[in-house]
């Protein structure tokens, strides 16, 4: 099968919806199809070597946090270029309405040319005004989809809600055997005097929870003074540093942006993953990498982490924003080692549901669904 994806976000900083993409695609590669990606990046950009570059990229604050879009004519040109080209028998673009890569292929998506249209939906903004209001221009483009898929519950609210019609529901995939397989690191790991928490998140979206994080750290340490903080992901480390008390700095390690290796140590070597987001989740992907990593997982009571987590069968959670709450469920599990590995297997059972086996395998059946209504582009290989 020829299969054209869309993706919205630059490859160049890395994020929920580009992984997604990005694993999609080497797994039907994997799979024998030939799969061509289109993203946001300028002509000189690193890119993986089934993605093609859709032009210039700027930097603009979108759904909560700054999104790497490309848009304006020579993108649209090169899109409608890139369509011609691919000769595909599926188009599948994620969020077709982000101001980027993928609503101008919405805009230049022909059935007739391009094959039928499957779009993935990953936002949950279940009071979005600016898709309330663009909705009625964007009507005539979102009737070329042919079929709708949310990465989440929420997600599909949000599209039943928002953009009508409905979706079905396939999550976010995650490749488990890397997180499972992944080593330890010795400087990663904990004792019992010393018990590592582990944090991956953006330092300078606050709904990532890491203010939060920072309160929780003192009331762990008032019990476990030895206790550690491990926190991967980019930001300014300075102005993070200054969320803490200087008593509790020294306890707080940044590691700054890691990639996919050192991130599946650090899951694999931490005592506990603690998840203390704010809000705006659609998914939690890290919940699941966590689990399949092997680690026990505390995380905000969010409707998006509460179906991850089986509503507590796979990870304990704790009301959104109570930091005392956190802590509390923190210091219980770092108390019991036999209920934190009770947990930890509960968690790796339940990720085997988003390994990319599954999740692709679900995708393809929407692929073969729309393809199976006789839909353009069949035949054409």
Not at 110 to 135: C, D, E, I, K
Not at 173 to 187: H, K
Not at 335 to 361: H, M
């Amino acid at each position: 099968m020829r299969i054209g994806i869309v993706c919205p976000y630059s490859f160049d900083v890395p994020g929920g919806v580009q992984f997604h993409v990005r694993d999609l695609a080497e797994h039907l590669l994997g799979l024998g199809h030939h799969v061509r990606v289109l993203a946001p990046a300028d002509d000189e950009s690193t890119l993986p070597p089934f993605a093609d570059p859709g032009g210039s990229v700027v930097a603009v604050p979108y759904n909560g946090s700054v999104a790497r879009l490309s848009f304006g004519p020579v993108t649209a040109a090169r899109v409608r270029r890139w369509l011609a080209e691919g000769s595909f028998d599926v188009l599948h673009v994620h969020e077709p309405l982000s101001p980027s890569t993928s609503l101008l292929a919405l805009w230049a998506a022909s059935p007739v040319t391009t094959g039928p249209l499957v779009a993935t939906f990953h936002t949950a903004n279940l009071r979005s005004r600016a898709m309330q209001a663009a909705f009625p221009l964007l009507r005539p483009s979102l009737e070329k989809i042919a079929a709708r898929i949310a990465v989440s519950e929420d997600a599909r609210r949000t599209v039943v809600e928002h953009v009508g019609g409905d979706a079905v529901v396939v999550p976010n995939g995650v490749v488990t055997r890397a997180f499972a397989r992944a080593p330890r690191r010795a400087e990663w790991t904990g004792t019992p005097r010393r018990p590592v928490v582990a944090f991956v998140g953006r330092l300078d979206e606050p709904r990532k929870g890491l203010p939060l994080l920072c309160e929780v750290v003192p009331l762990v340490r008032a019990a476990v003074p030895g206790a550690r903080f491990l926190v991967a992901g980019r930001g300014d480390v300075a102005a993070a540093r200054e969320l803490l008390g200087p008593a509790d700095r020294d306890a707080v390690e940044f590691l700054g942006a890691v990639d996919d290796r050192a991130k599946e140590s650090l899951l694999a070597s931490a005592d506990v993953y603690l998840a203390p987001h704010t809000g705006g989740e659609s998914f939690g992907i890290v919940l699941v990498e966590a689990m399949a990593a092997g680690v026990a997982v505390v995380a905000a009571d969010l409707g998006a982490f509460r179906r991850v987590l089986g509503d507590g069968a796979h990870g304990a959670l704790f009301d959104v924003g109570d930091a005392a709450a956190a802590a509390r469920e923190v210091l219980t599990l770092l108390a019991d080692p036999d209920q934190r590995a009770v947990l930890a297997a509960a968690g790796r059972a339940a990720a085997a549901r988003y390994d990319w086996s599954v999740v692709a395998g679900e995708v393809l059946r929407v692929y073969e669904t729309v393809l199976g209504r006789g839909g353009p582009g069949r035949s054409r290989r």
